[in-house]
């Protein structure tokens, strides 16, 4: 089982539309959780961390089960500059920090 | 404040030669990453490093791979002997301090250095 696994997509939504995207991870003891973003060849960045309680910024909203090993990103009335490849990121702390990331879905939002 | 630096942004190697990957973090971060993109692949986890240490190098290839932080300069990257498999994009993340337990530091990313091998 891979680490980190989401929803292969590729999701293609007209402007306005909401849409969710979904992330399983199999270690129980996995500390922190992210969603970033990649635009083609280019760089992730981070959008936003998620909480045990869950979180909101503007048109995003991130959920995490522990005790189902989910993590889900919601997308409301989507924006063609939402066009991206949305990596799911979880890190197990410790000393060593790394990131393991998803292999990513991509988004594409047509007008 | 400038992001993280990586030069070159393009590099084209033949097979069997070397390749150097340079990393420079953000101002005031003395902890760098390394990740490999395979094309259509996510990130993996290759090495972490301070300053003159390799605190985890548990995602490197036990061959011809190899990083180094010095006190004084980049993060360097290097690949010894290229193949065909080893073209990616390699990118450089920093932190301005070290992950612990239950807690994280953002990681911030260069913009990678793309490796094609011939």
Request: charged share 20%; glycine share 8%; aromatic share 10%.
């Amino acid at each position: 089982r891979k680490e980190v696994e989401q929803d292969p997509g590729p999701f293609n939504v007209p402007e306005g539309a909401t849409v969710a995207f979904n992330c399983t991870y199999s270690n129980s003891a996995s500390q922190s959780f992210f969603w970033y973003r990649q635009d083609c060849r280019k760089e992730p960045k981070l959008l936003m961390s998620v909480y045990s309680s869950g979180n909101e910024d503007g048109r995003f909203t991130a959920q995490l089960n522990r005790a189902s090993q989910y993590i889900s990103l919601l997308i409301r009335d989507s924006k063609l500059s939402d066009s991206a490849t949305y990596l799911c990121v979880v890190s197990n702390g410790g000393s060593q920090g790394n990131l393991i990331f998803g292999k990513g879905t991509k988004l594409s939002v047509k007008p | 404040n400038a992001g993280v630096m990586q030069n070159p942004r393009h590099l084209v190697r033949r097979r069997g030669q070397e390749a150097r990957l340079r990393c420079s973090p953000m101002k005031g971060h003395s902890h760098v990453y390394w990740y490999r993109q395979l094309p259509e692949e996510g990130l993996k986890f290759m090495v972490y490093l301070q300053k003159e240490n390799i605190i985890d190098e548990s995602g490197m290839p036990k061959e011809r791979f190899s990083a180094e932080f010095p006190k004084e300069g980049p993060s360097i990257l290097r690949i010894q002997q290229v193949v065909r498999g080893d073209s990616a994009a390699y990118f450089c993340a920093s932190s301005s301090i070290p992950a612990h337990r239950g807690t994280y530091n953002e990681q911030f990313f260069g913009p990678g250095t793309r490796l094609t091998v011939l």
